[in-house]
């Protein structure tokens, strides 16, 4: 890069690291307070530490009974987070997940069709603000979880990557962290990006390779162990798993995981989802593609806690560009419904408190029809949109151009 570039894109730099840094205090002042602040972040803490000193990863327990359940190599990522202390770390984490929400903000009001800098720049910081007040948002910043790095990072390879010899890297590094990202190699591979989806799927190789030449016991024991368990990650009754498993284990009041019903309807919806999202790929709209595919993965997942739902942040600016470009009351009381669902807590507000809660029967989880679709409310909605969004591209015959 030469000395003119670097004085261009310093500014710019500068200004991300200022607008990430605000989003950071304001996560931090509006969120601090709340009695689960950074559990998941002391989870990374911990397992980043156990592989730092030696120990069971997956065996080892943090003071709210929480244990490391991601692969070896997302420990290794959160070494540097032990040479601090956990409130030092953790805000410097909080920091980097701010960093990301600004960069798919602006890189999401591009993709939808804003390429003015200034006016991008001037719009990115108040909508960055206003996602703290998404649920989703909310508690990925307030428990210190890392799904907004991974969408970052996912955001960046699909959207920016085409024709770039490194495309699919970042995907395979994400899919190291959590296995979801997976799914964005096989839309890759069957949108036509062959070499970026073989790409992602070496560096993701990459990582395993990195945690067993590291971490060799505690791969083995997530790689060929019990710990890659679809039970693993938590009680997949509770209302704040909000994927389809979650869904159907709350309508039959049990644990629905290996039932033919949600097997079937989570292959039906992945295949569909998936088949929609190149579809629209191949017709001209990527950006649409690359939400539906999302929203799929979230869905079909076993869980899908709430954190894990940032993607409304890039679902809500698509939205709210299409009712913009096409003055279209529709989109807009589209984009408002999602807002409002995403942004109110209706989980909590609506739903009885015993319900989030293991007892040694499932009555509570018997609930009426108006829980049943409260408690179901982020599926639903997805489920929706996909079909929004996909039905109308999906109509016509012609590309788009």
């Known amino acids: 890069m030469s000395t003119v570039d670097l ?37 990374y803490r911990l397992g980043a530490d156990t592989v730092r ?22 420990a290794l990522l959160f070494v540097p987070a032990t040479f601090a202390s956990v409130h030092v770390a953790g805000f410097v984490w909080i920091a980097v997940e701010s960093l990301c929400l600004v960069a798919t903000v602006w890189l999401m009001l591009e993709a939808v069709g804003l390429r003015d800098t200034t006016r991008r720049a001037l719009l990115t910081v108040p909508l960055a603000l206003l996602a703290l007040l998404l649920a989703p948002v909310d508690f990925e910043f307030s428990f210190g979880q890392v799904n907004m790095a991974l969408m970052a990072l996912v955001l960046l390879d699909l959207l920016k990557g085409d024709g770039k010899r490194w495309q699919g890297a970042l995907t395979g590094i994400a899919a190291g962290v959590k296995l ?53 990650p938590g009680i997949p009754q509770s209302p704040l798993n ?23 309807v989570a292959v039906g919806v992945g295949v569909l989802g998936l088949a929609a999202a190149i579809t629209l790929h191949r017709k001209g ?21 709430i954190p894990h739902w940032v993607w409304a942040v890039p679902l809500l600016i698509l939205l709210g560009a299409l009712a913009w470009r096409n003055r279209s009351a529709w989109w807009l009381a589209l984009a408002v419904v999602t807002g409002l669902v995403f942004g109110l807590r209706l989980v909590f507000w609506l739903l009885p408190v015993d319900a ?16 049943q679709l409260v408690s179901a409310s982020y599926a639903i909605v997805s489920l929706a949109v996909v079909a929004i969004l996909a039905a109308p591209v999906l109509r016509t015959r012609e590309p788009a151009g």
């Open 7 to 43: 004085r261009r894109a310093l500014p710019w730099l500068l200004g991300a690291v200022g607008a990430a840094l605000l989003v950071a205090l304001g996560a931090l002042f509006f969120l601090g307070g709340v009695p689960w602040w950074l559990v998941d972040f002391t989870v």
């Open 53 to 74: 000193h030696g120990g069971d990863l997956y065996g080892a327990i943090t003071s709210d009974m929480l244990t490391f359940s991601y692969p070896p190599f997302a």
């Open 180 to 232: 979801v990202p997976l799914i964005y190699l096989v839309h890759l591979a069957f949108t036509g990006r062959i070499r970026a989806a073989l790409t992602g799927f070496v560096t993701f190789l990459g990582t395993v390779a990195i945690g067993f030449a590291l971490v060799p016991s505690g791969s083995t024991a997530y790689w060929f162990g019990s710990v890659l368990s679809l039970n693993r």
């Open 242 to 264: 909000q994927a389809l498993r979650g869904m159907f284990a709350r309508l039959f009041g049990t644990d629905a995981a290996v039932s033919p019903v949600w097997l079937a």
């Open 285 to 305: 709209f990527p950006v649409r593609g690359v939400i539906v595919v999302s929203l799929t993965a979230l869905l079909v997942s076993p869980v899908s806690w």
């Open 356 to 371: 989030f809660y293991v007892v040694s029967s499932p009555a509570n989880l018997q609930m009426s029809g108006w829980h």
